[in-house]
């Protein structure tokens, strides 16, 4: 059994049972949790931050997002629905937000303000059903959607099929380094269950030199 390090006890409580299934069942998981076993996957504890993190990362590197956040986080040292609302488009756009991005999250804090979200609700949905609601929010698509599944509401099983970087690491560490088709990464996955939030973090703590957050 791989236990868990003093460091990680933030980690998702299915976290040790997730990383031990993994690792009996597939060589390539049981490589990754070895080598990054000093490292989870955590909450925020906050959904308006995820999500706003989510959406400055959409389609840029986990670099670039990392560095927008940063410039924003400077200039808005308390990120709040109403601090991110009141805040100067032009002062944004110095961060590197283009102004699509600017107006997702301007609607988002409005959302917020007004208290347009009911987190019980979101407790009894199952992870689809709550995609279908999510979606619903100006700027949030599937992606964003499944980065606040698994992110915030540490839902086990959510695969992000389209996220770059799940396919690049599959490609790397199951397909020869060529790319992958869609229904080839599912396939693969299949034995992920019920883990596969689990495994796709590893797996994109295998590219990147620090374990990616929202």
């Given at each position: 059994?791989?236990?868990?390090?003093?460091?990680?006890?933030?980690?998702?409580?299915?976290?040790?049972?997730?990383?031990?299934?993994?690792?009996?069942?597939?060589?390539?998981?049981?490589?990754?949790?070895?080598?990054?076993?000093?490292?989870?996957?955590?909450?925020?504890?906050?959904?308006?931050?995820?999500?706003?993190?989510?959406?400055?990362g959409q389609q840029i590197s986990v670099k670039a997002a990392a560095s927008v956040w940063q410039k924003l986080a400077t200039v808005l040292s308390n990120i709040t629905p109403e601090n991110?609302?009141?805040?100067?488009?032009?002062?944004?756009?110095?961060?590197?937000?283009?102004?699509?991005?600017?107006?997702?999250?301007?609607?988002?804090?409005?959302?917020?303000?007004?208290?347009?979200?009911?987190?019980?609700?979101?407790?009894?949905?199952?992870?689809?059903?709550?995609?279908?609601?999510?979606?619903?929010?100006?700027?949030?698509?599937?992606?964003?959607?499944?980065?606040?599944?698994?992110?915030?509401?540490?839902?086990?099983?959510?695969?992000?099929?389209?996220?770059?970087?799940?396919?690049?690491?599959?490609?790397?560490?199951?397909?020869?380094?060529?790319?992958?088709?869609?229904?080839?990464?599912?396939?693969?996955?299949?034995?992920?269950?019920?883990?596969?939030?689990?495994?796709?973090?590893?797996?994109?703590?295998?590219?990147?030199?620090?374990?990616?957050?929202?």
């Amino acid at each position: 059994m791989v236990l868990l390090k003093e460091k990680q006890r933030n980690a998702p409580i299915f976290w040790e049972q997730a990383r031990n299934d993994l690792a009996k069942r597939d060589p390539v998981m049981q490589r990754l949790v070895s080598q990054f076993n000093d490292s989870a996957l955590y909450s925020r504890g906050d959904a308006f931050t995820t999500l706003v993190r989510a959406i400055i990362g959409q389609q840029i590197s986990v670099k670039a997002a990392a560095s927008v956040w940063q410039k924003l986080a400077t200039v808005l040292s308390n990120i709040t629905p109403e601090n991110l609302y009141s805040i100067d488009a032009e002062i944004l756009r110095t961060c590197g937000l283009s102004g699509r991005k600017i107006s997702y999250l301007q609607d988002l804090s409005e959302r917020f303000i007004q208290g347009g979200y009911d987190e019980i609700a979101w407790q009894k949905m199952n992870d689809e059903a709550l995609i279908t609601h999510l979606i619903q929010i100006k700027g949030i698509g599937r992606w964003t959607a499944e980065m606040f599944l698994i992110f915030y509401m540490q839902r086990p099983d959510v695969l992000p099929l389209a996220d770059i970087g799940l396919q690049r690491a599959v490609s790397i560490h199951y397909n020869g380094n060529q790319p992958i088709e869609k229904n080839r990464l599912q396939t693969i996955a299949t034995n992920w269950r019920p883990w596969r939030s689990v495994a796709t973090w590893y797996l994109w703590r295998s590219l990147d030199p620090i374990p990616i957050d929202y």
